[in-house]
Nanobody
Framework: VQLQASGGGLVQAGGSLRLSCAAS????????MGWHRQAPGKQRELVGS???????GLVDSVKGRFTISRDNAKNTMWLQMNSLKPEDTAVYYC????????????WGQGTLVTVSS
């Protein structure tokens, strides 16, 4: 499975960005897709995830501002980020997990999001 993340960039606080993650390869094995981020000097953290069945979840720090969506037919997942804050600055990674896997099995290359104050 290959994952290609895109859509990062520089935006002012309060602005919006939409990240995309396109999956290819043995995608039938994928159950959960998720967005993670790693800010400078910090550990990577999960932002949110989407299951093949349609359920989604987001961490509290982005609830009400970010939305995850997924189109299984297009093998694509999106992260709509609104009301961005400087603390959202990070490299955002998409990842995928196989059914029954305890951790994410596949990772994309990351896309940088920079939010200026």
């Amino acid at each position: 499975v290959q994952l290609q993340a895109s859509g990062g960039g520089l935006v002012q606080a309060g602005g919006s960005l939409r990240l995309s993650c396109a999956a290819s390869g043995s995608i039938s094995s994928i159950n959960v897709m998720g967005w993670h981020r790693q800010a400078p000097g910090k550990q990577r953290e999960l932002v949110g995830s989407s299951s093949s069945g349609g359920s989604t979840g987001l961490v509290d720090s982005v609830k009400g501002r970010f939305t995850i969506s997924r189109d299984n037919a297009k093998n694509t997942m999106w992260l709509q980020m609104n009301s961005l804050k400087p603390e959202d600055t990070a490299v955002y990674y998409c990842a995928a997990r196989k059914l029954g896997s305890p951790s994410y099995d596949y990772w994309g290359q990351g896309t940088l999001v920079t939010v200026s104050s």
